[in-house]
């Protein structure tokens, strides 16, 4: 019989769950990072997402033209909160618009005169990004040497990422291949006015609802410059001149370890892995990075002026927070960072999934949760209803997709892709996210829900019960 009873007509996803206790030896065996069962109404984003909606896609100053039908375009521009000091890669998307015509005779003339079109438009762009779809590249479009002529023409950096949508099993890849695409067109293709001894690049972070300023300041107080991130907030110009930072800090591990590797190989750039999310966290990031420069008095001053500015609403958060059971849904490394503050907070996680992690990442998860919790990989809508109404966590923390599957439940729901309110990464963001975890769990609302609403008769709820 399945582990889920929602599953029973696909028993294959038996193997993408796993309970954690005893006789595992420590290691977190779950199937993940494959191609998805046929039948399962997966909520993965393809190649394509990956590379233009998160590599890609922050990057302030480039024209971001998919090559490909004009859903591919819409659907991928202004949904993540990457934002920005310009705003010009949030208000405009760019399409080469593939139609039926252009499927059948090929769309390289139609690209090429996109890119003239949109550069003559935006002449203040620095660069164009054209992102591949299932489309093009099943027609053989060249999209690379259209890049190359039209380098040539506008007089710009032209770069193709040739990211169709059907290249790996989640947009996983399109992380991998926005990754070696900017490294291999851009970095180290200027050399900066300056050169500073005590210089980061941030890898890994996209300034979701302002990230970055939470943190930011803190790195600079101790000293260090910050050449480029990766690719939160970032210049074209940024991106050409990483490769002269002294240290790599990589905040998301899942999407931008591979532009560190391939520094590390090119340019001998070290790097750490930090995580920008928590007291501790935050705390340790930053006494990691300044160890390095030999900054650990510089760091250790900040961490004690900021923490202490932070701690009373830490505390009072943790009175109302701790003991709630907590179930998170995330795409990939935040499923392993949350469990992290939560326990700053007196929290539980109690389950955990991610869309795209790898074994890694659920490695990760599994040594960070208790015996007893309930680990799934790319859970689908059923699953988690049934995962909600049988665990019956205090708190789901999960993404756009699933908040009214929660809302429906009844569930208290905190969005931890593109957050609440947010930011809430560094010391400060860490209050934002208690407090929203606060606002969710403690809305009346929910009592009311819970007092009046009818399960549909014979509906999910009367059958797990
Ligand atoms: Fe890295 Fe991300 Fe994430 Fe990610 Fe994402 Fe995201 Fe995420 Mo949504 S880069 S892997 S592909 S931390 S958009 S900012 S929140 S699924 S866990």
New binding site residues.
């Given amino acids: 019989m399945a582990v889920l009873k929602c599953d029973a007509t696909i028993p294959e996803r038996d193997k993408h769950i796993l309970i954690k206790g005893e006789g595992q030896d420590g290691k977190c065996s779950i199937a993940c990072n494959s191609a998805t069962t046929p039948g399962d109404m997966t909520e993965r984003g393809c190649t394509y997402a990956?590379c233009r909606?998160?590599v890609g896609g922050p990057v302030q100053d480039a024209i971001q033209l998919t090559h490909g039908p004009i859903g591919c375009a819409f659907f991928s521009w202004g949904y993540?909160p990457?934002i920005a000091d310009s705003d010009f890669h949030m208000k405009y998307t760019f399409v080469s618009d593939m139609d039926e015509s252009n499927v059948v005779f090929g769309g390289e003339k139609k690209l090429l005169q996109s890119i003239i079109e949109a550069n003559e438009a935006f002449p203040e762009a620095k660069g164009v990004f054209i992102y591949n779809t299932c489309t093009t590249a099943l027609i053989g479009d060249d999209g690379k040497d259209v890049a190359k002529i039209a380098t040539e023409k506008i007089g710009k950096p032209v770069v193709f990422f040739p990211c169709e949508g059907f290249r790996g099993v989640s947009?996983?890849a399109g992380?991998h291949v926005g990754n070696e695409t900017i490294f291999k067109n851009l970095v180290g293709t200027a050399e900066p006015e300056e050169d500073s001894a005590y210089s980061i690049n941030i890898l890994?972070d996209?300034n979701?609802k302002g990230d970055l300023r939470t943190f930011e300041p803190l790195f600079e107080a101790i000293g260090l410059n910050i050449v480029a991130r990766f690719t939160g907030n970032v210049k074209v110009d940024e991106l050409k001149v990483m490769h002269r930072a002294k240290l790599n800090v990589i905040h998301?591990a899942?999407?931008a370890t591979y532009v560190a590797d391939m520094m590390e190989a090119k340019y001998g750039t070290p790097s750490i892995n930090v995580t920008l999310w928590g007291i501790e966290n935050m705390s340790k990031a930053l006494r990691d990075t300044a160890a390095f420069f030999g900054l650990e008095h510089e760091a250790e001053k900040v961490i004690k002026r900021e923490v202490a500015k932070v701690m009373p609403k830490i505390e009072f958060y943790r009175k109302r927070l701790a003991g709630k059971k907590v179930f998170i849904y995330?795409?990939?490394?935040?499923?392993w960072h949350w469990p992290e503050l939560l326990e700053e907070l007196g929290m539980e996680t109690i389950g955990a999934a991610?869309?795209?992690g790898h074994a890694d990442d659920y490695q990760k998860i599994y040594e960070k949760v208790n015996d007893g919790a309930f680990i799934i990989d790319n859970p689908n809508v059923p699953e988690l209803e049934e995962i909600l109404l049988t665990l019956k966590p205090d708190l789901f923390i999960s993404?756009n997709k699933e908040k009214y599957v929660a809302y429906k439940l009844g569930v208290p729901f905190v969005n931890?892709?593109?957050y609440e309110t947010g930011p809430y990464a560094g010391f400060s963001g860490m209050v934002n996210f208690a407090r929203d975890m606060d606002k969710a769990l403690s809305a009346p609302v929910w009592k009311l829900v819970k007092d009046m609403a009818q399960p549909v008769p014979g509906g999910l709820e009367e059958e797990v019960a």
Avoid: D, K, N
């Fill in positions: 990956g909606g998160v993540r990457h947009q996983s992380h890994g996209y979701i998301c899942r999407s995330q795409g990939g490394p935040r499923a991610t869309t795209f993404g931890g892709h593109t």
